[in-house]
């Protein structure tokens, strides 16, 4: 393994010090919600003691003090990305930000008999949203298929996209089976075919890559503060500055309205201001702030260098087990996820639980990938930046025990 400061890093979350069930917690979770370091939880605790108070509406001192924190964290975001503050819009999750472009800019930039693409792959969170707006809109969804090996067949891209191709909207690692996606690629065609916008779905992406909004090229990037070690109810929608501009906001009300008149239409405040209409969670957005500080303070390079190897490390070990099950690819991103044998997903996550293992089952919100490989649900573990070879052997000794349960 690299030089990484593993124990000083789990030292700082303090739920891993968590026993379940008379074990030491091991946690695989962080795909569905990441645990969160004392200075995201510190720092929300120190605001509502000696900070709080509304934001843009006061010119008292706490107001401008609150108002200062929140567009500094915004500031903070933008260069994590590679952006500019006027293109970082605060929103409470990835489901949000996708659905506030498919409100804004899709019913009133797309048309009868236009297209989008999406993919297989997809989170119900870009599927959904797509599907209510080509029935309301009278358009067409093509989906990119997937492959056996749990990537996307590219090929297919490029016959799918035409001159009424108006949107890819497509994840950057899949949700179920840590696939990359070539975005690079997948831009590149896209861009050659036609003036297609491309939104990428990042929820896992920012936490497993370092992400550059500049050389993607991408118009939209949109991820959850929970994944990426801030608190809920927090997340990013980034759009190109000329492309916020033009959209209407879509939730409406106060502190976005620069004149509202009773005969007249209102008219709106700048982006991305715009889009932000009712009170934020505060809090929240400067916990986000912290744990974007505390993952540049450890270094991005080495946070994913770590999880890489702690990930061929994982596969190595998982299959070795009899009758496992692994799907995705070869190289794969932060997600394992597998069945054993013919055994319910279900039952399994139980089963772990009673050794203090926690896991996600199910569908994962990605139904047209249970259907694809023909389960109803698979098991996954995920990695994060605090995971390490102990929990990895924890759940290779777990699976064991617990096959050898139902075994009998």
């Given at each position: 393994?690299?030089?990484?400061?593993?124990?000083?890093?789990?030292?700082?979350?303090?739920?891993?010090?968590?026993?379940?069930?008379?074990?030491?917690?091991?946690?695989?979770?962080?795909?569905?919600?990441?645990?969160?370091?004392?200075?995201?939880?510190?720092?929300?605790?120190?605001?509502?003691?000696?900070?709080?108070?509304?934001?843009?509406?006061?010119?008292?001192?706490?107001?401008?003090?609150?108002?200062?924190?929140?567009?500094?964290?915004?500031?903070?975001?933008?260069?994590?990305?590679?952006?500019?503050?006027?293109?970082?819009?605060?929103?409470?999750?990835?489901?949000?930000?996708?659905?506030?472009?498919?409100?804004?800019?899709?019913?009133?930039?797309?048309?009868?008999?236009?297209?989008?693409?999406?993919?297989?792959?997809?989170?119900?969170?870009?599927?959904?949203?797509?599907?209510?707006?080509?029935?309301?809109?009278?358009?067409?969804?093509?989906?990119?298929?997937?492959?056996?090996?749990?990537?996307?067949?590219?090929?297919?891209?490029?016959?799918?996209?035409?001159?009424?191709?108006?949107?890819?909207?497509?994840?950057?690692?899949?949700n179920v089976l840590g696939t990359i996606n070539p975005?690079?690629?997948?831009?590149?065609?896209?861009?050659?075919?036609?003036?297609?916008?491309?939104?990428?779905?990042?929820?896992?992406?920012?936490?497993?890559?370092?992400?550059?909004?500049?050389?993607?090229?991408?118009?939209?990037?949109?991820?959850?503060?929970?994944?990426?070690?801030?608190?809920?109810?927090?997340?990013?929608?980034?759009?190109?500055?000329?492309?916020?501009?033009?959209?209407?906001?879509?939730?409406?009300?106060?502190?976005?309205?620069?004149?509202?008149?009773?005969?007249?239409?209102?008219?709106?405040?700048?982006?991305?201001?715009?889009?932000?209409?009712?009170?934020?969670?505060?809090?929240?957005?400067?916990?986000?702030?912290?744990?974007?500080?505390?993952?540049?303070?450890?270094?991005?390079?080495?946070?994913?260098?770590?999880?890489?190897?702690?990930?061929?490390?994982?596969?190595?070990?998982?299959?070795?087990?009899?009758?496992?099950?692994?799907?995705?690819?070869?190289?794969?991103?932060?997600?394992?996820?597998?069945?054993?044998?013919?055994?319910?997903?279900?039952?399994?996550?139980?089963?772990?639980?009673?050794?203090?293992?926690?896991?996600?089952?199910?569908?994962?919100?990605?139904?047209?990938?249970?259907?694809?490989?023909?389960?109803?649900?698979?098991?996954?573990?995920?990695?994060?930046?605090?995971?390490?070879?102990?929990?990895?052997?924890?759940?290779?000794?777990?699976?064991?025990?617990?096959?050898?349960?139902?075994?009998?």
């Amino acid at each position: 393994m690299i030089i990484y400061p593993i124990e000083k890093i789990r030292s700082d979350f303090p739920i891993l010090n968590r026993m379940i069930n008379k074990y030491p917690l091991t946690y695989l979770d962080s795909a569905a919600s990441a645990q969160k370091p004392n200075i995201v939880i510190d720092s929300q605790t120190h605001y509502y003691r000696n900070e709080y108070a509304a934001v843009h509406r006061g010119t008292h001192t706490l107001s401008t003090e609150s108002t200062n924190q929140m567009e500094t964290v915004r500031l903070r975001i933008a260069n994590f990305i590679n952006a500019s503050k006027e293109e970082i819009v605060f929103v409470k999750s990835t489901t949000e930000a996708i659905n506030l472009i498919a409100n804004s800019w899709g019913h009133n930039f797309i048309n009868y008999g236009d297209n989008i693409i999406i993919s297989e792959m997809e989170h119900h969170a870009n599927i959904v949203p797509w599907q209510v707006l080509s029935k309301h809109k009278k358009i067409v969804l093509h989906y990119i298929p997937l492959t056996p090996n749990g990537t996307l067949d590219i090929s297919r891209l490029s016959k799918l996209i035409n001159h009424r191709t108006r949107l890819l909207s497509i994840s950057h690692i899949s949700n179920v089976l840590g696939t990359i996606n070539p975005l690079t690629e997948i831009i590149s065609i896209a861009r050659k075919k036609s003036d297609t916008l491309i939104l990428i779905d990042g929820a896992q992406g920012i936490v497993h890559q370092l992400v550059d909004v500049q050389k993607l090229d991408c118009d939209f990037y949109v991820f959850s503060g929970h994944k990426i070690y801030g608190p809920s109810g927090t997340g990013i929608m980034y759009g190109k500055k000329e492309l916020l501009q033009k959209m209407p906001p879509w939730i409406v009300g106060g502190g976005i309205v620069r004149n509202v008149s009773l005969i007249k239409d209102a008219t709106f405040i700048d982006s991305p201001w715009k889009f932000e209409s009712g009170s934020p969670n505060i809090s929240g957005i400067i916990g986000l702030g912290n744990a974007i500080e505390y993952i540049n303070t450890i270094g991005i390079d080495k946070i994913y260098n770590y999880e890489d190897q702690l990930m061929r490390y994982a596969v190595g070990i998982l299959k070795k087990i009899p009758n496992i099950v692994l799907y995705g690819p070869s190289t794969r991103v932060g997600i394992i996820a597998f069945n054993l044998g013919i055994h319910h997903s279900y039952d399994i996550g139980m089963l772990l639980n009673q050794y203090g293992i926690a896991i996600r089952t199910g569908h994962h919100c990605a139904i047209p990938i249970m259907n694809y490989f023909k389960v109803p649900g698979m098991c996954r573990a995920s990695l994060a930046m605090y995971t390490n070879k102990e929990d990895i052997d924890r759940l290779a000794h777990g699976l064991i025990k617990v096959q050898h349960l139902l075994n009998q």
